[in-house]
């Protein structure tokens, strides 16, 4: 088992998930993963968890479908994996860092479980925005 711990650890909810059980929400055909995410991983390692959610599958095969299933990279996310709990595990914010994580050959990594998605954006937003890693609010 190869774990890769993220280097903000200033939440009380991030714990380690094997990568095999999450699903990813989206997938970016450019290689952005590849050309932006790769590199500044090598350079400085993983900077924030993986946000995910629990979805049923029903969800994610009528409301998620309907919404993303005309995307190009529809057929590069779906199916999900259903897990033992009975719920898919949505990866939705941090899918490019989870594709560096799998091509770098890691089995888990630090994540934060969501009761809901509004909440899940709300720090993803603020991590993203505030990025309290380098602006000197640590």
């Known amino acids: 088992m190869r774990h890769c711990a993220s280097i903000w650890q200033d939440h009380p909810n991030i714990h380690s ?25 090598k350079n400085d390692g993983l900077w924030y968890p993986l946000l995910y959610y629990k979805v049923t599958l029903d969800w994610w095969t009528k409301k998620f479908a309907s919404w993303f299933g005309a995307n190009p990279g529809w057929p590069y996310i779906n199916p999900p994996r259903v897990n033992s709990d009975g719920f898919i595990w949505a990866l939705k914010l941090g899918c490019n860092r989870y594709r560096v994580l799998k091509y770098l050959g890691y089995t888990s990594t630090d994540c934060i479980c969501f009761d809901n998605s509004d909440d899940l954006v709300k720090l993803g937003f603020y991590l993203r925005d505030e990025d309290p890693l380098h602006n000197g609010k640590l």
């Open 17 to 41: 998930v094997d990568l095999d059980l999450l699903s990813p929400m989206s997938y970016h055909l450019d290689d952005r993963w590849r050309t932006r995410d790769l590199p500044r991983f």
